[in-house]
């Protein structure tokens, strides 16, 4: 079993920045990703990492503004989100081990999420 925390979401206004946080434990992080859902809408990738950190994949509304990163000394991967926009709010959801590709939200942990408001 693995759990996962996320932590670090907040309020912040239009252009600015913030960075989320998922710590895993009770065992190492495999491959993962980050998902995010606003009222209304189903959820959606938003991002992914190898368990190596080399490769990463981004959905192309968060291209060049997110970063996904990861340490695995700490068992945490990151999400630091840059430039944001109001269409960025929405709870943030970090999950691991995936059953097949990593951006379907077929993943076997999943953690509570954390929100992330971005105003006007």
């Known amino acids: 079993q693995v759990q996962l925390v996320e932590s670090g979401g907040g309020l912040v206004q239009a252009g600015g920045s913030l960075t989320l946080s998922c710590a895993a434990s009770?065992?190492?992080?495999?491959?993962a990703g980050w998902f995010r859902q606003a009222p209304g809408k189903k959820r959606e990738f938003v991002a992914a990492?190898?368990?190596?950190?080399?490769?990463?994949n981004y959905a192309d509304s968060v291209k060049g503004r997110f970063t996904i990163f990861r340490d695995n000394a700490k068992n945490t991967v990151y999400l630091q989100m840059n430039s944001l926009k109001p269409e960025d709010t929405a709870v943030y959801y970090c999950a691991t081990s995936p059953r097949g590709s990593m951006t379907k939200d077929e993943y076997d942990y999943w953690g509570q999420g954390t929100q992330v408001t971005v105003s006007s």
């Open positions: 990492i190898t368990w190596s950190g080399r490769s990463t």
């Open positions: 009770g065992r190492t992080f495999t491959n």
